[in-house]
C-alpha cells in the first residue's frame, strides 16, 4: 500500500527560528499534498493544498508567509514555519494523494512541534 | 464552519459488542466518505470509504452506513476487539478527485475488556 513518510516526529524550536517538516510519498507520485494542523482534542483543520510545481492554495486565515510551502517533486513537499512562536506549537499533519484508489488520501505520521 | 460533525466526543463499548460511531455533515455536494483511526501523536490510519452512490459499504468487522437525505453516516465495529480502542475521524470530500478531505473533530472509542 501506498506510505508517506514525514519527517521529523518531534522537534523543539525557541521562538524565532523556523523549522522544516518534511513530506515524502515514498512507493507513488503524490500529485496532492495537503497540510493539515491539530490542536488538542480539535479536529484535524486543512491549512493548505499544494500541487507539484505549482504555488500552495492556503486556506482563509492561514498566513502564507508564516507557513511556506514547497512541492518541488511529485514525492516531496515541505512545511517551514518560520518565525515561530510559542502559539505555532501544534502536531503537523502531511496528506498526499495520488492519482486514484482507496490509497488516495495516505497520512504521515505526523510532526508535533514544541516553540518554547 | 464545521461542515462535518461527531457529536460524540466519546464511546465506550465491551469486547465483543458493536460499537456505532456516528458523522452529520451539512454540505450536500460533499459525495466521498472516509473513516480514519488515530492514535495519539500519529497520523490517520485509512478504514473504510463510502461513495455517495452507495448506501453500505463493508470491509471485514467494519461496516459504514450512509443515509444521503439525512446527511448522515455510521461506524459499525462488530465485533469490537480492545485494539480498537482510538480516536476515529469521519471525513468528507466534494469528490475524490483531488479536493482536500473535510474532518469531524473525531470520537474517542475505548473498548473494555
Known amino acids: 500500500g501506498a506510505v508517506v513518510s514525514q519527517h521529523p516526529s518531534r522537534v523543539i524550536c525557541k521562538s524565532g527560528t523556523s523549522v522544516k517538516i518534511e513530506c515524502r510519498s515514498l512507493d507513488f507520485q503524490a500529485t496532492t499534498m495537503f497540510w493539515y494542523r491539530q490542536f488538542p482534542k480539535q479536529s484535524l483543520m486543512l491549512m493548505a493544498t499544494?500541487?507539484?510545481?505549482?504555488?500552495?492554495?492556503?486556506e482563509q486565515g492561514v498566513e502564507k508567509d508564516k507557513f511556506l510551502i514547497n512541492h518541488a517533486s511529485l514525492t516531496l513537499s515541505t512545511l517551514t514555519v518560520t518565525s515561530a512562536h510559542p502559539e505555532d506549537s501544534s502536531f503537523y499533519i502531511c496528506?498526499?494523494?495520488?492519482?486514484?484508489?482507496?490509497?488516495?488520501?495516505?497520512f504521515g505520521s505526523g510532526t508535533r512541534l514544541t516553540v518554547v | 464552519d464545521q461542515q462535518v460533525k461527531q457529536n460524540s466526543p466519546s464511546l465506550s463499548v465491551q469486547e465483543g459488542r458493536i460499537s456505532i460511531l456516528n458523522c452529520d455533515y451539512t454540505?450536500?455536494?460533499?459525495?466521498?466518505f472516509l473513516w480514519y483511526k488515530k492514535y495519539p501523536a500519529e497520523g490517520p490510519t485509512f478504514l473504510i470509504s463510502i461513495s455517495s452512490i452507495k448506501d453500505k459499504n463493508e470491509d471485514g468487522r467494519f461496516t459504514v452506513f450512509l443515509n444521503k437525505s439525512a446527511k448522515h453516516l455510521s461506524l459499525h465495529i462488530v465485533p469490537s476487539q480492545p485494539g480498537d480502542s482510538a480516536v476515529y475521524f469521519c471525513?468528507?470530500?466534494?469528490?475524490?478527485?483531488?479536493?482536500?478531505?473535510?474532518f469531524g473533530k473525531g470520537t474517542s472509542l475505548l473498548v473494555t475488556p
Open positions: 496528506s498526499a494523494r495520488g492519482s486514484t484508489g482507496v490509497y488516495g488520501y495516505t
Open positions: 499544494s500541487n507539484e510545481g505549482s504555488k500552495a492554495t492556503y
Open positions: 454540505n450536500s455536494m460533499f459525495d466521498y
Open positions: 471525513a468528507a470530500s466534494v469528490s475524490n478527485s483531488g479536493y482536500a478531505l473535510n
